[in-house]
């Protein structure tokens, strides 16, 4: 069955699908990010400094995250994708919980990488999923709307957990949004029906071996080269996203309340105008040249690097506030693009493991070496720069946004001849 039959057929149509697939990525990135707000308050008490911070944001979450996500994206080119996500929402929502109960830094250390293990299974199953009920002229338009839960829970997350700690305590913040995706997971089981795949083993034939499909993206220099060149970026916009908090209260003096709303409203408006410009441009400049999934992001990347030099170097929180928002939005670009190819480079059938060997290049990268990267880079700078060392880190790690596009624009010039039709 199409995609576009599947769709029709289950859940109610493939929109109630992706709005429900949405939510639950939308929680996701909340309880993934929750804890850049919450780190300030979190450090006071548990006397973390920047790279205990840095490693607890990146390397505690990212380490099983990234090579989980394999194993579980395997089990979801074979089993139901829907009870996959179920559970791993159910899972990763119950450690966010564990996290308002810890009391030093290895307990909340173990907790996060607790929240991996659970969002390992959460992305993958969701990607083979919509290119099931997508068509191809549509995907990566859908592939963005999915992405749209990155701001819209990044900003969730910021707003209802600063707003939490400055109120009533940081530990309250974890609980109470634990408990929401616990609820949430039964919701999704039973709304979310599993589509017939559109791909070979819905006819009876086997799903493709586990090594079949990585020598497969062995032989795709375009994989390698959106893998690493996403990744790249990743450090910069996962390190960003992750300290700009600290930015704003030690460069700027916000308050923990003042910072959260201006955050939560930077992530959420640039957000949805990057991820809907991505998926838009790609999507009618790729029916014409398939090189436009990646030359599409590489040129804003170059873009992204050049604006947020300006905003670095804001002295106001207004000033902040408008000279972050084009960056944040370019930054995220790449989103809707580089992942609808991804489903394009192989099978139906090895979708799911295909994404997931995508996002355990993209993650432990991006986030593992991301986060900490900057909070390193940041104790570093500080005997020459004191508070002001994270606006420091910021621009010297800005050059892996040209890097970054420079192995996407290599990977536009590759893309045609790896591009499998459907």
């Given amino acids: 069955m199409t995609g576009t039959g599947a769709g029709e057929r289950f859940a109610g149509g493939r929109w109630l699908m992706l709005f429900m697939l949405l939510v639950v990525y939308a929680v996701n990135f909340l309880d993934r990010q929750i804890l850049s707000i919450l780190k300030e308050p979190i450090a006071a008490e548990l006397g973390l400094d920047d790279e205990q911070l840095g490693l607890m944001g990146g390397l505690a979450f990212a380490l099983l995250y990234t090579t989980l996500a394999v194993p579980a994206g395997w089990l979801a080119d074979r089993t139901s994708r829907v009870w996959i996500i179920t559970g791993a929402l159910a899972l990763w929502s119950g450690f966010t919980a564990l996290c308002g109960l810890a009391t030093n830094f290895w307990q909340l250390f173990a907790a996060r990488m607790g929240v991996g293990v659970g969002e390992a299974g959460g992305v993958a199953p969701a990607y083979s999923l919509i290119a099931d009920y997508f068509p191809p002229p549509l995907r990566a338009s859908a592939m963005a709307i999915f992405s749209f839960g990155i701001p819209v829970g990044s900003a969730c997350g910021v707003l209802a957990g600063g707003l939490l700690a400055a109120h009533i305590d940081w530990r309250w913040a974890f609980l109470a949004m634990g408990a929401g995706g616990v609820l949430l997971a039964p919701v999704f089981r039973l709304v979310v ?41 990743s450090m910069v916009g996962y390190g960003i996203m992750y300290w700009m908090p600290t930015f704003l209260a030690r460069s700027l003096g916000m308050d923990l309340v003042s910072r959260s709303w201006l955050f939560a409203g930077l992530l959420l408006i640039s957000g949805i105008i990057g991820m809907s410009l991505g998926g838009f441009l790609a999507d009618r400049l790729g029916a014409r040249h398939k090189g436009a999934y990646a030359l599409v992001p590489a040129l804003a990347f170059l873009a992204s690097a050049a604006l947020y030099l300006l905003g670095v170097m804001a002295q106001t929180p207004l000033q902040a506030f408008l000279l972050f928002l084009a960056p944040q939005a370019l930054g995220l670009v790449w989103l809707g693009p580089v992942v609808a190819a991804v489903q394009h480079l192989g099978p139906a059938a090895s979708r799911s493991l295909m994404s997931s060997l995508f996002l355990l290049v993209n993650n432990l990268i991006g986030i593992a070496l991301g986060t900490y990267a900057f909070g390193k880079l940041s104790e570093i700078l500080k005997p020459h720069y004191g508070a002001e060392s994270i606006r420091y880190a910021f621009l010297y790690a800005l050059s892996f946004y040209v890097l970054a596009a420079v192995l996407l624009i290599l990977a536009a010039r590759r893309l045609k001849k790896d591009w499998v039709e459907e």
């Fill in 193 to 233: 029906k599993e589509p017939v795949r559109a791909r070979p083993d819905a006819v009876g034939q086997p799903a493709m071996r586990f090594s079949a499909v990585i020598q497969l993206a062995a032989s795709k220099p375009s994989f390698w080269l959106m893998s690493l060149g996403t990744a790249c970026a």
